[in-house]
């Protein structure tokens, strides 16, 4: 079994013992198709003009199609419209760069990971829920009475995961000694950071803008190794790095939307398209693949088999249930309130945590199931009905496991700590 939520298993083992209940009523075929999809769900720090709309126009342009990989993005079509525009805008050399999101049009974007099972069907595997907001509310404070602090920090606890982007121009700024570029960059690191601190996720940095310093040195390692290093003179980075990774997966990852041949910086400082600029955005596929990844691993790594099986065994004492009952009851134990099994867990890690249960009883309790026929013969058609889904989210995982390893080769300064 892979990902795939627990309460479809127990729900076809509820139904059998319901069957046996009402003496050979006929049961229901197990559901079939990608409804239940696990949605891991990331929200994006940045201050305005860091190029969060940029990466996310660019993200979804080059990942929209296959381009190589074994999958694609899909979103509803207002959303694929107005990220379309966005594109269309940073690529067409005569038109202003796409205006930063503004406070009233903060809005969740959500894409479904699609990929083509052995069968040539098409299967969405995950489901990613983007928050794109305006970067305003992070330095500056709302209007009186406004909720809108209290909603974006709410929306930060129940993420799956972070992304903070950091503006290459500051960063430029500073590697030159322009005092603007390290206030600006402290300050935005510093609001960033007392939200990220409070909440324990795996945390991407991403420096955005990263072909202003390919002149910084000629090794890309190297150049993201003195990035680093300024970054670390900031507290509260240097903070959340040495104390945080112990337990969850920090990284950096340097992206260019355009690429080092579309834009350069003009006299004034401002970021000038080329008229014959060469679009070739870069990276900007890594940080959800980072992120979906990093929450996957974690969460196994918090799966303690023992306790899973001692509340199975618990369940099955307390209430005397044949084991299909008992495997009812722990699934929906899980989804409803994981935390009681094994830590605080959101809808998604209980998910994943049902997979583990599923795996644990199906080795462990096998031959109790077995004296239940019924209860086996629909376990193992709802597996058969799931196997090709379950082998095509597997290979987009591998994927995504694929691409951060070839980034984490290439630029091995990009793990700043974590486990796994």
Known sequence: MTVFTLALLAAVVVAAVLVGRRRRRPAAPAP????????????????????????????YHQMQTWGGRGYFLA??????????????????????????????????????????????????????????????????????????????????????????????????????????????????L????????????????????????RDVDADEDGRLRTVRKLLMTNQGFRDLVQEHSARRVVRIVPV????????????????????????????????????????????????DQAKLSAEFARLRRATRRSSGEAFAELGATLIRSGNRVIGALNPLYSSLVGLAAADVIRRQEQAAAGHDAQV??????????????????????????????????RLSSSRLGGTP
């Open 190 to 213: 510093t609001a960033m950071i007392s939200r990220m601190l409070v909440v324990e996720k795996p945390v991407t940095f991403v420096i955005t803008k990263w072909d202003l310093l």
């Open 256 to 303: 260019s939307a355009v690429g080092p041949a579309f834009a350069e910086l003009d006299e004034s400082g401002a970021m000038t398209k080329l008229p014959d600029g060469l679009l070739e955005p870069t990276n900007v596929d890594v940080p959800l693949a980072a992120v979906v990844l990093d929450v996957f691993e974690q969460i196994m790594l918090r799966l």
């Open 376 to 409: 086996a013969r629909l376990l193992d058609e709802a597996e058969a009905h799931i196997e090709e889904f379950q082998l095509a989210q597997r290979k987009v995982i591998r994927e995504f496991r694929s691409r951060v390893d070839v980034l984490e080769g």
């Open 32 to 59: 079939r198709g990608d409804d239940g999809v696990p949605t891991f769900r990331v929200v994006t720090l940045g201050p305005r003009g860091s190029g969060k709309t940029l990466l996310l126009a660019s993200m």
């Open 75 to 188: 979103a509803p079509r207002e959303q694929v419209a107005l990220l379309n525009q966005w594109f269309t805008e940073v690529e067409d050399p005569g038109r202003d760069w796409p205006a930063g999101t503004v406070t009233a049009d903060t809005r969740e974007f959500t894409f479904d990971v699609r990929t083509r099972g052995s069968s040539g069907a098409l299967h969405t595997v995950l489901k990613l829920s983007y928050l794109d907001y305006a970067g305003t509310l992070l330095t500056s404070p709302p209007e009186p009475g406004s909720t809108l602090w209290k909603d974006l920090d709410d929306r930060i606890e129940r993420a799956d995961a972070l992304v903070a982007v950091i503006d290459g121009h500051r960063v430029r700024q500073w590697v030159d000694g322009r005092r603007e570029g390290q206030m600006g960059l402290q300050h935005a």
